[in-house]
């Protein structure tokens, strides 16, 4: 028990630990990343010898620099529609070949962008843009830098499919630390890196997916009948994390492959549903009956809105399926870690005598709030 608790008035214990929850919740609330938790802003690029294009989502219109003038919205019905892409494709235009370049060797490529079209992807329409160069017509050593709204969000992330000459094609992600494809350099290792970070990184700032393992782990921890060894609270945890990274295996490659294809927005809805569910059973005594199926059901969910990273790459080829394990390798890597990170403190946090007595139930009250306005916001 620590000294502030030891000091304390039974009283004074409760009042604390509930300003503790309530700080909680608001923090949860409050902080900036938690409000569209898992929304992520990508693009793709379709390249090969002789051509190159660029799909952006029509929200990340709004976001670029350089798009001045009259709104892209410019009735206000808030929806974008052809004709008013068409009436801004000059500044628009402006604006994409400001954040992409080409080289031939060490020569600077002119570049220009057209309007192509409407392309879907699982996270709703973005605008076709067809980036013109001499450079493309040439052949030769080709390679392209990509700096497009990584000032306006760090997280946002180019990814790319290279194909060469009718052969297996290759891919790769684009971020502000790794912002150049080289037509020259592509493989299958380059490829498995970047999918790695990218599965890390897609793990640790996806909020919901955070609190799900967060919510599936407070319960495993609670103190039952006489003490428990750390040997098996670690095991208990380790089965429920391996439910859980099973399900989302199997769905994840599924929907990347093509195979199962759901819209973003209900999966979305219902992640953050999962969230609010395994915080409220996390309050009830039956919870270790239900723990490993909940994990392994809404496990399956989660993998939906893994794959929405990869599901518009297309076709199920060699690379990538070396970028799909890749990136699934990342996420567990990732999850494994924090699993490893957060068991220890919360088995040490049983010797609070009102750690789980009032601040697990809170926290897993907070939880619950959060899932429910993410679900608000989502609808």
Sequence with gaps: MSYRETAMSPVGKAIWTNIKALLLVGLLLLTPGLVQAHKVSDSFLYLTDHSVRLDLAIEDLLRLDGVGGAPLDHNGDGRVIWGELLAAEGRL??????????????????VAATLAGISRHSDG????????SPCLTQGGDLSLSYDLLFKQDPLHRGLYRLQRDGGEAHFGVLSPQSNRVSWAEMGYWSTAKAFFVQGVIHLVTGYDHLLFLLALLLPVLREQSGERRLSTVVRETVWIVTMFTAAHSVTLALATLGYVSLPSAPVEVAIALSVTAAALLALSPLHYHYQMALAFGFGLIH????????????????????????????????????VAVLVPILYALRNYRTFFNIASPMTSTAIAVVGLYWAWLRV
């Design 303 to 338: 993998g939906l809105g893994f794959a929405g990273m990869l599901a518009g790459l297309l076709d199920a080829t060699a690379g990538k399926a070396v970028a799909l394990l890749s990136f699934n390798v990342g996420i567990e890597l990732a999850q494994l870690l924090l």
């Design 125 to 132: 329409p973005y605008s076709a843009w067809q980036i013109e």
């Design 93 to 110: 235009a402006t604006a994409i070949t400001g954040g992409i370049s080409l080289r031939l060797g060490q020569s600077p490529c002119n």
